[in-house]
């Protein structure tokens, strides 16, 4: 596949020391794991089934900020057996800048503030 033929609104960053995510959880707090994250989006493996077209509520934690951004399922596959564990692909409502341009931005915020992204 070439870059024209790209589909994908924003470049995908997949190692830590890219995204700077140390741990990712769906709402209410079941952990995930982070494969890989863009200003739009997010693909994850939980153990918790995820409906697409739902709405979710993702958090990431990097070492200076808290995120906490909604977003929709947009789909949701098995990814392994024994135990079961489920790939889902999440669109943010907004775009986060901070993984923009292929890697993460990140500022100096206080370990306790915390920056929220679409929630009311």
């Keep these: 596949m070439t ?3 790209e589909r ?3 470049p995908r960053q997949e190692r830590v020391d890219d995204h700077g995510v140390l741990t990712t959880r769906i709402a209410p707090g079941h952990q995930a794991r982070l494969i890989d994250v863009s200003a739009s989006g997010a693909l994850v493996d939980t153990t918790t089934r995820l409906l697409p077209g739902s709405t979710v509520e993702v958090r990431l934690t990097t070492r200076h900020r808290r995120i906490s ?3 929709e399922v ?4 098995v990814a ?4 079961v564990v489920y790939r889902g692909a999440v669109r943010f ?3 986060l800048p901070m993984f923009a341009g292929g890697q993460a931005i990140e500022q100096e915020l206080p370990v306790r503030e915390e920056v929220t992204h ?3």
């Design 80 to 83: 392994r057996l024994g135990p």
């Design 93 to 95: 409502e907004c775009r």
């Design 74 to 77: 947009v789909r949701c596959t």
């Design 3 to 5: 870059r024209r033929d």
């Design 118 to 120: 679409g929630l009311v």
């Design 8 to 10: 994908r609104a924003a």
């Design 69 to 71: 951004v909604r977003g």
